[in-house]
């Protein structure tokens, strides 16, 4: 990558908060009605969300309810005010009241009730009248804005993938992904090599970590956090690592997004929910503020032609000279590291585009984005200036949260939250101009779904009629957050499989045909190895007070049997950690540290704070 000159800059950027508190505090009547308190703890305070997005579909989103404070959700009971009348009111207020409660509760237990709609609900100047209508068509009216009707025409239970998969099959058997022999005895043996849920390590950390990735040579290890830092460590020795680094984004809003580590090693790429890009040597001699690069500065092809988005993806081209970046606000730019320019900023999509990668890391010419529009649009580099994909891959029926590129410039990854992750062949890419002609996002995001709060519901899930997909992975949950998905490194697993993070604390790893080859328990591995305390997480539990686990990311070591699950991790999910999953017969080496040993994130022990699992089982196969 070409020098990078000029000023660093680590003071934050101004920008106008509204005060949803203040603005609460206009509407709040007086104390007569019930009120119910949640109350949050000074750790979760948070910048309000910046007035100039557009409401996002994933942690930006959740910016909302930021800030230190008790939340009262006041709810109001219609009805006069009359002295004689009084008791009698506040019974049957307390009992609407209740009525309110459970539907809200039994709402967040089973994913009928979504955070808008309970904002919605909240907003309402007379809950009674909405709630409790004695006109059933107006009851009628309001119900048929929620989510849960169901189809009258039942869809047929054969409609799902079949596995193994055929084409999987074929792949397997084409080479393409590593020599594989049928041999029974040589397929248990190639299974006791996969990593088991037992932990070599546990690396805890204060805050969530939303990604982790080692680097192509496997000598080097990041981990970025919501408290918007990157901790580097040395992963030369696969087995022993050293912390020796750490650095920060001056100006983030609600979390980290994403990193991209450059093709030499020597500078990482990282950003949040904001239009800059900070970029940091690796050097732990080089201890000055990060350079700052604004991904902004060019012409504006963002929603309604204005300027201002977040970053949810960004990676370095293979040559290390260029970034791309998808936004918030549908838009895919490309940026020019020394001339420091944006050379395309490209509305690409018609949502939020949440991933993009190079198709092929020695050239940058080839480039993918995925989107919440449910597609993945293929582009060149060379003729991007027309504002004209080349080609897209449908078959997703709710947005995508991640793609990766298997390298060679012909395979790509992709995870969804129709609780789906899909093999794709560049060769099989739909033309623009068949693309146009079918109109094929017409056929998704028909349920009204909200992955962030919601449970997917299987009844809603259905082949895409222009399904251009090769494989169809299942079984994992894509719900919360944007869960990550990769290729296995052909070093140390010859490419075979494919595996991805999940929200119910796992990582599963399937072969090239659908089948699961293992499943990594993260949650079980690390289940009480830190105590609770008072910090509370509004969405990210499983259950109030229980210990929660959502595997974001995992990432396969290339040379070594080992593999690295970073999470949300906790008692409510409010903590987070790295944990180190290899082959290990389960038998602990004598002279080297104990299996399951809890460390800090500088990698030193806490015994007041961590506690050593004591979890011994391997991999369970689905």
């Not at 305070?45 to 009262?72: F, M, V």
Request: proline share 6%; charged share 25%.
């Amino acid at each position: 990558m070409a020098p990078l000159e000029g000023e660093r800059s680590s003071q934050p950027l101004s920008a106008d908060v509204s005060d949803e508190e203040n603005r609460n505090e206009s509407t709040r009547e007086s104390s007569e009605s019930p009120a119910y308190y949640w109350p949050m703890d000074e750790d979760e305070a948070e910048d309000e969300e910046d007035p100039d997005y557009e409401d996002e579909p994933d942690e930006e989103d959740e910016d909302d309810l930021q800030g230190t404070r008790d939340i009262e959700i006041l709810l109001e009971n219609g009805g006069d005010d009359d002295d004689e009348e009084e008791d009698e009111d506040e019974i049957e207020g307390v009992t609407d009241t209740q009525r309110l409660v459970n539907i809200v509760r039994t709402g967040a237990r089973t994913g009928l009730l979504t955070r808008r709609q309970l904002i919605a609900l909240m907003q309402s100047p007379d809950l009674t009248s909405v709630l409790f209508q004695d006109n059933p068509g107006e009851d009628a009216e309001f119900l048929n804005n929620w989510p849960f009707n169901r189809r009258l025409t039942p869809k047929d239970p054969d409609r799902f993938p079949k596995v193994p998969s055929e084409q999987g099959l074929k792949l397997m058997r084409s080479g393409a992904f590593g020599a594989n022999d049928y041999n029974p005895r040589a397929k248990r043996h190639l299974a006791s090599l996969l990593p088991k849920s037992r932990a070599e390590k546990i690396i805890h950390f204060d805050d969530p970590v939303y990604s982790g990735q080692f680097s192509d040579d496997g000598n080097f290890f990041f981990a970025c956090s919501q408290d918007f830092k990157v901790r580097m460590y040395d992963t030369s020795s696969p087995y022993n690592w050293k912390h020796y680094k750490t650095v920060s984004y001056p100006w983030g809003q609600w979390t980290l997004t994403d990193a991209s580590l450059s093709p030499d090693n020597k500078w990482l790429a990282y950003t949040s929910i904001q239009s800059m890009v900070s970029i940091a040597p690796t050097d732990p001699n080089d201890t000055g503020d990060p350079y700052t690069l604004d991904l902004d500065n060019g012409p504006s092809h963002g929603w309604h032609g204005r300027r201002g988005f977040g970053i949810w993806s960004v990676r370095f081209s293979g040559d290390g000279r260029e970034l791309v970046a998808g936004t918030s606000s549908a838009s895919i730019v490309v940026y020019d590291i020394e001339s420091r320019r944006v050379l395309h900023h490209v509305r690409g999509h018609s949502d939020d585009v949440n991933a993009v990668c190079f198709a092929d890391k020695m050239s940058p010419h080839i480039l993918y984005s995925g989107s919440d529009d449910t597609t993945i649009k293929v582009w060149d580099r060379r003729s991007m200036g027309d504002h004209r994909e080349a080609g897209a891959f449908v078959g997703h029926i709710e947005g995508l949260t991640y793609i990766d590129s298997k390298g060679d410039g012909r395979y790509i990854l992709s995870n969804g939250k129709d609780q789906s992750m899909k093999l794709w062949d560049i060769r099989m890419a739909m033309s623009t101009d068949r693309f146009n002609e079918l109109d094929p996002t017409a056929h998704a995001n028909t349920s009204g779904f909200d992955y962030r709060g919601g449970i997917y519901d299987d009844e809603d899930w259905d082949v895409h009629p222009h399904d251009n997909s090769l494989v169809t992975f299942r079984g994992h949950k894509v719900l919360r957050t944007l869960i990550r998905c990769h290729f296995s490194p052909p070093m140390s697993t010859n490419s075979r499989y494919v595996y991805s993070g999940s929200t119910d604390g796992k990582v599963y790893i399937w072969n090239m045909d659908a089948s699961l080859a293992a499943i990594i328990d993260v949650k079980k591995a690390t289940m009480r190895t830190r105590p609770m305390d008072n910090r509370h997480r509004f969405y990210h539990f499983d259950e109030p007070g229980n210990w929660g686990t959502c595997v974001r990311d995992a990432s396969w070591h290339p040379n070594a049997p080992l593999l690295v699950a970073s999470a949300w991790n906790g008692y409510n999910m409010a903590r987070g950690t790295c944990t180190l999953h290899s082959y290990n017969d389960n038998v602990d080496d004598e002279g080297e540290p104990p299996m399951g040993q809890s460390v800090n994130h500088l990698l030193k022990e806490q015994p007041e704070l961590y506690q050593n699992s004591t979890y011994t089982n391997g991999p369970c196969l689905g």
